[in-house]
């Protein structure tokens, strides 16, 4: 149990392009998602924690505007990065939990973007 | 603010013989602390977590830790190291974030190499 997908799990695409990365939990509602950017042979920094039908909240230094996250279902979360360039090349990971496990989150598999 | 150490950006080792992790940590409340496991390109795999419970927290694949609350210490061991356990290891401690809800602070992880 306690599975959570991404998709794409690669995507390449041109400087100046949208791209929209979804994070689903497959077998339980997830009352919160988490995004995570993972730079090459670095850690996972928290991008932005979102609750199923709020807004997102953004960790200090990640552009909301740039950065849009969606959470319009219990299973389901989106991120488009708006206007990509070379610098958002990143893998992007996202994760899940509900509300009587707070302190434990179900990770994706990631999603390895590049902008070219 | 809590914050996670991986004292070791390396650690290799001869299949079969013992692994040693080590991770402190600091934190101002009783900490939630985790070991995740990431093989390349791949998401995030929990190994174990302590919660509050025993000290001595045993997870998959044959690994455990001992919470040290004296040491501030979350140390990750093995017996007998395995090819398969090659892989990069985060400790992870548990924090209350900007959402107010419970967030997850990445140590910068610990590749673990094994030889033959």
């Known amino acids: 149990g306690a599975v959570v997908s991404q998709h794409p799990s690669r995507v390449i695409c041109k400087s100046g392009t949208s791209v929209k990365i979804e994070c689903r939990s497959l077998d339980f509602q997830a009352t919160t998602m988490f995004w995570y950017r993972q730079f090459p042979k670095q850690s996972l920094m928290l991008m932005a924690t979102?609750?199923?039908?709020?807004?997102?909240?953004?960790e200090q230094g990640v552009e909301k505007d740039k950065f849009l996250i969606n959470h319009a279902s219990l299973t389901l979360s989106t991120l488009t990065v708006t206007s990509a360039h070379p610098e958002d090349s990143s893998f992007y990971i996202c994760?899940?939990?509900?509300?009587?496990?707070?302190?434990?989150?179900?990770f994706g598999p990631g999603t390895r973007l590049t902008v070219l | 603010a809590q914050s996670v150490t991986q004292l070791d950006s390396h650690v290799s080792v001869s299949e079969g013989t013992p692994v040693l992790l080590r991770c402190n940590y600091s934190s101002s409340y009783s900490p939630s602390l985790f070991w995740y496991v990431q093989h390349p390109n791949k998401g995030l795999q929990l190994l174990l977590k302590y919660t509050s419970a025993a000290t001595l927290v045993k997870g998959i694949n044959g690994f455990e830790a001992e919470f040290k609350k004296s040491e501030t210490s979350f140390h990750l061991t093995k017996p007998s190291a395995h090819m398969s356990d090659a892989a990069e290891y985060f400790c992870v401690v548990s924090d209350r974030g900007r959402s107010g809800y419970s967030t997850l602070t990445f140590g910068k992880g610990t590749m673990l190499l094994v030889s033959p």
């Open positions: 994760s899940a939990s509900w509300s009587g496990r707070y302190n434990e989150q179900f």
């Open positions: 979102s609750n199923e039908g709020s807004k997102a909240t953004y």
